[in-house]
Structure formats: C-alpha cells, structure tokens
C-alpha cells in the first residue's frame, strides 16, 4: 500500500512513519526463536540477512514496501549493512547513525535513505523500545559533537522524544538523519527485545510523486510547522519532482532573516537560510561558505542553498567554487552543485578537475557523488575518476579491516566510488573489469558490497558471470563479517 499525501507529509515534517506489516502472528514468533537462536553464537551483525532469509518478507509485504516506495521512489535498494539489536541494561546515547563510523560532514534533508526498524515482538517501555526526536533530521548539529558555545539541545531528553512501543510486526521508517537511541531494558523478566535494522536508498531524483497523491494538493505550503516550514515545504516540492518554489520576501522579512542568520537557536538559523534561499537571494549564503566562521554555519548555508530556485546560483557557485579550489572545505560548494542534479551540468568539468588535482579524500567523495547525479549517463572522464577512486584512493599506512580503519576517510571514499557505479547501472560498464577486482579484493566489506550491487544492476554478460561465481563461494554472505567484527 502506497502512503497517502498525508502520511508523506507527516513524515516530512517528523522524520518518521509507522508500519504494520500484513504477516500473520507466528511469521513473527518464528523469526523471534530463529534470532534466539541465532545470537547463541553471537550477534551476526550484517549477516543477519543470509541467516534468516526469511526476514526479505518483511520488506516485500506490501504495506512496508508500498511504504518505502512512497518515500523513496521505485527503485530504491537495500544497503549491504544490517544490524540486530538487543536492548540492553544501559540508555544509549543520543545519536544519529553515521556511515559505519565515517565522519559525515554533510547529510541531506531530502530522504534519500531510510532506516528500517523492524520488531518481532510486543515491544513495552519497559522492554527498552527505540526512543526518538521528532523534526531532528533537518538539523546541522550532532549530538555527540558541537562546539560549547553553540546551543545544543539534542543530548538531553525532553517530553517531545517519542518512544516506540509497539505491537509485533511493526516495521518504523526513519529518516536516516533523525537523533534516536536504544532504551535500557527495565523488566527483570527474560523478554529479549530484538529490532532488526536495515538501510534503504533512493538511486535517483524524484521525477513525479511515488506515493498515492491527489494533485489538489500539490501547492501545500506546511503552513502549520513552525520555524521549520520553509524547509518541509521545499522537500515536498522536491518530493512531487518539482522545482523547489520561488517565495519572495518583503523588506521586513529580508531583515530580519539577515538577522536570524547568526541568532543562537538553531531553528531560527535553519529558517532564515531557507527563506533566503527560496526566495532567491543567495549572495549572503555563499559567503559563508567562504568566509571562515564556524562549520555548523557553513552546513547550515549548504542545506538551504540546496532549496534555491534558478539558474543564476549555478553560474554564481561555480565562479566562486573556482576560485576556491585550492581549499579545503570547497566540497560544501560540491555538494550543492550535486544537490541540484543535471540543472548543474556546467559544473562538471570543474567538479572533474577538482576531483583529479586534488589528493583529498573527502573532496574526492563529494565529488563522486555530485558527478554522479549531475551526469548519470557518465563519460569517459568521470568514470576514469570514478574507477581512480575506487581502486587507488588509500592512506600510506595499509587499511585492514579493523574498527579504527571505520573512521578513516579512505575507505569512504572508495566506498561512495563504488555506490556511485552501482547509481550509474549499465552507464558504469565501460569499467566492469575495474568493479569485479573491487568487489574481490578490496578490503572495505562494503566496497565489496557495493560492487556487487553494482555489477547485480549493470546485467551485462561479464557482471552476470562475476555475480554468479562470487554468490556461489559466499551464498550471500559477508566474508568479512563474523561475531567480533559484525559491521
Ligand atoms: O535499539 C534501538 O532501539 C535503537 C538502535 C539504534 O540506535 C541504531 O540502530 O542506531
């Protein structure tokens, strides 16, 4: 079942939707005992998906895949990383899952990826359920880390976080972005909660609504949601796969957006960058993305710039992004240019040259990224670049695959290279020889991952004969995946 205007916009606006599968009763009591089971060995981090197979019904129930459609197009897909958890005796932190530990400088207000929650069991507060805050996908600051002086408000508990009970069979779509924790078991009794999680993306831009839309109401403005209005409105437009509205501004307003730029609330920031940027005046963004303040400023610019209607910001990006090239924080810059998608096309050879010159990991990421959305059919060019990441973008000090090399931007890079192919389907098989070795012989799981998916989606006659040969040594496995090192 696909979600109606209303439920998309609800979750635009929370960052979360609840699902009820249409399983029976004992589909769940079997995956339950089978989980049991399973963790007598310890937890099977990724692999949980091979070991019960079972689990893919979960996701092509028609309630929880017309669900993921809506949200993130037809041909969304599953990530290579999945997690079980087991609530515990302590809170989590406050947290927003990071890509296995990588430093994410930037994230993205439009949902481009989805946790799935799924819970096989009754789920009481006092089994530990997931806690969550609403509306805090949108926002720039991390709980675990922000300067001191910045207000911070997302590591403490307050009375707007949700807390899931829920019934068995009850799958939570989450933005991938939103601030959640695990909750400590308080129940002596030896319920285990489980929750399996698994990550979905979005390949591509919308291009018109994947949900059950009713076109009367394709100029709603999110009137009633506050401060972050601006911005729930843009991702709706984004959402129906239309340019985001131009929304002038008056004098006053103009002023006091001026103003709220710097105010110490971060909503009040959030909104004044929007609607700047929706009406057009972006001048006053891109300088604080070069001028030196401090980054939470500068990823708060970046967001809203990514909502600015027009050509001319285009044109205005890649002036300044030019003359910037030799510093290092240039890939805010990158970033929205891919934001913008095949709008941005001019930009491609610069982002090109930028990407080759430079010895950065982080800039080669944004850069395989933002190439790939402005130009999904590829070149030549970009997919040299893509493959020149893939295979050789590592530190002097050798990668294993131990937790430390998680927080390395090497393997990011490589590990966005290989997302970026698996995007580009068919496009990326002038290189297919480059992918099979990747998905062989690289030390990241989830380059390997990656390249799978990739060569799964190119379906010419070399991928198909790689895919068969490797899912028959590995039988869907995660080679590198085992109980001390489960993600
Ligand atoms: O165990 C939970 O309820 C939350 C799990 C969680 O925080 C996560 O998977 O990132």
């Given at each position: 079942m696909k979600l109606t205007d209303e439920q998309i916009q609800s979750f635009l606006i929370n960052g979360f939707i609840k699902i009820q599968t249409n399983l029976p009763e004992h589909f769940h009591q079997t995956i339950y005992e089978k989980v049991t089971e399973a963790f007598?060995?310890?937890?099977?981090?990724?692999?949980?998906?091979?070991?019960?197979?079972?689990?893919?019904?979960?996701?092509?129930?028609?309630?929880?895949?017309?669900?993921?459609?809506?949200?993130?197009?037809?041909?969304?897909?599953?990530?290579?990383?999945?997690?079980?958890?087991?609530?515990?005796?302590?809170d989590q932190s406050w947290h927003r899952d990071s890509f296995f530990g990588f430093l994410k400088e930037m994230r993205?207000?439009?949902?481009?990826?989805?946790?799935?929650?799924?819970?096989?069991q009754n789920t009481t507060t006092k089994m530990g359920p997931t806690a969550i805050k609403p509306k805090t996908q949108y926002d720039a600051i991390d709980p675990m880390r922000c300067p001191s002086h910045i207000q911070n408000i997302n590591n403490f508990t307050s009375p707007d976080d949700v807390l899931f009970e829920c019934e068995m069979g009850t799958v939570l779509l989450v933005h991938y972005d939103i601030v959640h924790r695990g909750t400590r078991c308080l129940s002596k009794k030896d319920v285990k909660r489980f929750l399996f999680k698994f990550l979905f993306s979005r390949l591509d831009f919308p291009s018109s609504p994947s949900w059950n839309h009713n076109p009367c109401t394709e100029l709603w403005d999110a009137k009633n949601v506050g401060p972050l209005q601006p911005i729930i409105r843009s991702m709706w437009d984004w959402m129906l796969g239309k340019p985001v509205r131009l929304v002038p501004l008056c004098d006053d307003a103009y002023m006091q957006c001026i103003n709220d730029l710097k105010s110490q609330a971060e909503r009040g920031r959030q909104r004044a960058a929007y609607m700047l940027s929706c009406s057009g005046v972006y001048d006053i963004l891109?300088?604080?993305?070069?001028?030196?303040?401090?980054?939470?400023?500068?990823?708060?610019?970046?967001?809203?710039?990514?909502?600015?209607p027009g050509e001319q910001v285009v044109c205005k990006l890649c002036k300044v992004l030019e003359e910037k090239i030799q510093q290092s924080d240039c890939f805010y810059f990158i970033y929205v240019l891919g934001s913008f998608g095949e709008r941005a096309r001019q930009a491609t050879d610069l982002i090109l040259k930028i990407g080759a010159d430079c010895q950065c990991p982080t800039i080669k990421r944004y850069c395989c990224e933002s190439l790939c959305s402005i130009c999904p059919e590829a070149n030549d060019a970009i997919l040299n670049f893509l493959k020149d990441v893939l295979l050789n973008c590592r530190d002097v000090v050798p990668e294993s695959?131990?937790?430390?090399?998680?927080?390395?931007?090497?393997?990011?890079?490589?590990?966005?290279?290989?997302?970026?192919?698996?995007?580009?389907g068919v496009n990326a098989s002038p290189i297919v020889d480059s992918i099979i070795y990747a998905m062989l012989n690289d030390c990241n799981r989830y380059v390997n991952g990656f390249c799978l998916l990739s060569l799964q989606s190119m379906n010419t006659h070399d991928s198909k004969v790689a895919v068969e040969e490797y899912l028959n040594k590995t039988k869907g496995f995660c080679l590198k995946t085992n109980k001390r090192s489960t993600f």
């Open positions: 007598k060995d310890g937890n099977p981090g990724n692999n949980i998906y091979p070991c019960i197979k079972e689990l893919g019904n979960v996701f092509k129930d028609a309630n929880v895949n017309g669900a993921i459609q809506s949200i993130l197009g037809e041909k969304y897909f599953m990530q290579p990383h999945r997690y079980t958890h087991v609530s515990g005796n302590k993205y207000h439009q949902p481009w990826n989805l946790m799935a929650f799924y819970y096989p891109i300088d604080i993305l070069s001028s030196n303040c401090e980054s939470i400023y500068k990823i708060e610019a970046t967001y809203a710039l990514c909502s600015c695959n131990k937790l430390k090399d998680r927080n390395s931007p090497y393997p990011h890079a490589r590990y966005v290279a290989a997302l970026c192919l698996f995007r580009l």
